[in-house]
């Protein structure tokens, strides 16, 4: 089982990333999805998830109205768009899915025991 987050990158306030999540050796489309991130000295904070249909999503309130979660099932990836980013944002973001069969958006870590190996994405000011 392998996950693998790409898109990360150094760009200026206000600006705009897409972060994209391959998954292989899963059954994606039965598999609850979700972002998280961890900045300097802090720990894993969720940011967004997505239910296996994709038809739920659930986001944290620092991002809401700014990133956007969304899967393609045919292609086994999920994404993570990024807009008027800040610099509170500046973390390293993780990918990660649920093994087990949940319905809805999945919000709390514990219940992800599937980890991608994280983005850089830096803001500055």
């Known amino acids: 089982v392998q996950l693998q987050a790409s898109g990360g990158g150094l760009v200026q306030a206000g600006g705009s990333l897409r972060l994209s999540c391959a998954a292989s050796g899963l059954t994606f489309s039965t598999t609850p999805m979700g972002w998280f991130r961890q900045a300097p000295g802090k720990g894993r904070e969720f940011v967004a998830a997505?239910?296996?249909?994709?038809?739920?999503?659930s986001y944290a309130n620092s991002v809401k109205g700014r990133f956007t979660i969304s899967r393609d099932n045919r292609k086994n990836t999920m994404y993570l768009r990024m807009n008027s980013l800040e610099p509170e944002d500046t973390a390293v973001y993780f990918c990660?899915?649920?093994?087990?069969?949940?319905?809805?958006?999945?919000?709390?870590?514990?219940?992800?025991?599937?980890w991608g190996q994280g983005t850089l994405v830096t803001v500055s000011s």
């Open positions: 997505i239910s296996y249909s994709g038809v739920d999503t």
């Open positions: 990660a899915g649920v093994s087990k069969i949940l319905r809805g958006a999945v919000t709390s870590l514990v219940e992800y025991d599937v």
